[in-house]
């Protein structure tokens, strides 16, 4: 069999019928994935969540390929679920481990709820050095903050913004798939939640966990015509968290000119841009500022102090060389967004999944170029591509319908006066004869 067929059609209808070798293959690969971030990463919060992840994958592997029953396939997803999300989490959150994210969605709720605004003042963000006191996320994820601004360290494992995180991924990605056609939804939501693609990022820091999950639900609502609101909502909520997910609003918009209309896109148009102007709009008017010099300058690079995203990936190797190799990665990542954007000028993608792998692409060039970048920007690309072959998979028929019978297609070509008689396919008149030719009885 070739590899392509292991991602197809029957294996991907749901988890259950997915072949038990194939399973346990990717708990196993999972685990091995947890066992280097748990040796070889010199984070605490990472060594944590991959001693415990590799751990439970590989028990969930052995229970996959071993146990021979119906309930082995739940019972390796509770494992995964409970090992890989559950327990790190629980345990990193009441200790208060955690990526300094997490501290700049805590102190953006604690500052929306004091101050009006989820953004530290340009005075103040000129005296200090420290690149968490920025926050670069829009208004809309200080949301998230909120709980714990409140309640403080009272309830630390519950009010945690990652515990959040989960819960909203967990609701709309869900949602998302049963929106798209996939089947066994439940089932496939937790193994997603559980895999290493959602687990690590979630249970280390989180904040891209959500806006994946409605860009997921923006396309489901775009793969059904005349639900272009439901989509501009999901696209315009993730838009709305943070500037990473506006390239998904180009790629929505080409896909639904070509498809749909100017009228659709016009409603599409409306509804994310409603949405943004109501989370964001408020700050524009009354702090405009603080917005700008933390949602702007300090992501390029512009407010003196540079930001603490610096995986070892092309854009930021070679910006770190010098100046000129900076100004040379910018210029590619420039270069790269304009090829991209005339793909959808000139190429436009004509159905939900030449949309979703165009966005892939154009995210995927982003994130390797970027001079400032983390390895967990993959959760978007990674995500997509899962939760669309899942989808693809489900709106598939296991087989081809079986034609008519013959009565059926005698009926079809009937006149509408005689459709509801019966007309037996032996003894069919044409011409006043029978189909061998001979006269009618009783003639």
């Given at each position: 069999m070739r590899w392509p067929d292991l991602l197809t059609a029957q294996r991907l209808l749901t988890v259950q019928r997915m072949p038990r070798g194939v399973l346990a293959g990717l708990l196993g690969a999972s685990a091995v994935f947890a066992g280097f971030v748990a040796l070889f990463s010199g984070y605490q919060p990472h060594q944590l969540w991959g001693a415990w992840a590799a751990c439970s994958y590989s028990l969930a592997a052995v229970v996959a390929l071993v146990w021979k029953s119906r309930t082995a396939v739940d019972v390796a997803l509770t494992v995964i679920a409970c090992g890989a999300i559950l327990v790190p989490l629980v345990w990193m959150a009441w200790h208060g481990e955690a990526q300094p994210e997490v501290a700049v969605v805590v102190r953006s709720g604690s500052l929306l709820i004091h101050h009006g605004t989820p953004y530290e003042s340009p005075s103040v963000l000129a005296n200090t050095t420290d690149p968490n006191a920025y926050n670069p996320y829009l208004p809309l994820m200080a949301l998230f903050g909120i709980p714990q601004a409140v309640f403080g360290g009272h309830a630390t494992a519950i009010t945690d913004p990652r515990v959040w995180f989960g819960v909203v991924f967990l609701i709309v990605f869900a949602f998302a798939l049963r929106i798209g056609g996939a089947r066994d939804y439940l089932r496939w939501t937790v193994l997603m939640t559980a895999s290493p693609i959602i687990a690590f990022e979630l249970d280390v820091g989180g904040t891209d966990v959500p806006m994946v999950a409605f860009m997921c639900l923006g396309f489901a609502f775009l793969w059904r015509p005349g639900r272009e609101l439901a989509a501009g909502f999901a696209l315009g909520v993730a838009s709305a968290m943070k500037a990473?997910?506006?390239?998904?609003?180009?790629?929505?918009?080409?896909?639904?000119?070509?498809?749909?209309?100017?009228?659709?896109?016009?409603?599409?148009?409306?509804?994310?841009?409603?949405?943004?102007?109501?989370?964001?709009?408020?700050?524009?008017?009354?702090?405009?500022?603080?917005?700008?010099?933390?949602?702007?300058?300090?992501?390029?690079?512009?407010?003196?102090?540079?930001?603490?995203?610096?995986?070892?990936?092309?854009?930021h190797a070679i910006a770190q060389t010098s100046q000129t190799g900076h100004d040379i990665v910018v210029g590619l990542l420039i270069a790269s967004g304009l090829a991209v954007a005339a793909s959808l000028v000139f190429w436009p993608p004509r159905d939900v999944p030449a949309a979703l792998w165009r966005l892939v692409i154009g995210l995927t060039l982003m994130f390797v170029l970027a001079p400032s970048t983390r390895f967990g920007y993959f959760i978007y690309p990674g995500t997509l591509v899962v939760w669309l072959e899942v989808c693809k998979a489900g709106r598939r028929p296991d087989a081809k319908p079986a034609p008519p019978p013959p009565v059926a297609l005698a009926r079809r070509g009937l006149p509408a006066s005689r459709r509801g008689r019966r007309i037996l396919p032996a003894t069919r008149r044409t011409s006043g004869r029978t189909r061998d030719g001979r006269p009618p009885a009783g003639r």
């Open positions: 990473t997910c506006w390239p998904v609003l180009a790629v929505a918009v080409a896909l639904l000119i070509v498809r749909d209309g100017k009228r659709a896109t016009l409603r599409f148009c409306a509804m994310a841009l409603a949405v943004m102007v109501v989370s964001i709009g408020p700050f524009v008017l009354t702090k405009p500022s603080g917005l700008v010099k933390n949602t702007i300058s300090f992501p390029l690079g512009l407010a003196g102090v540079k930001s603490q995203a610096d995986s070892p990936l092309i854009g």
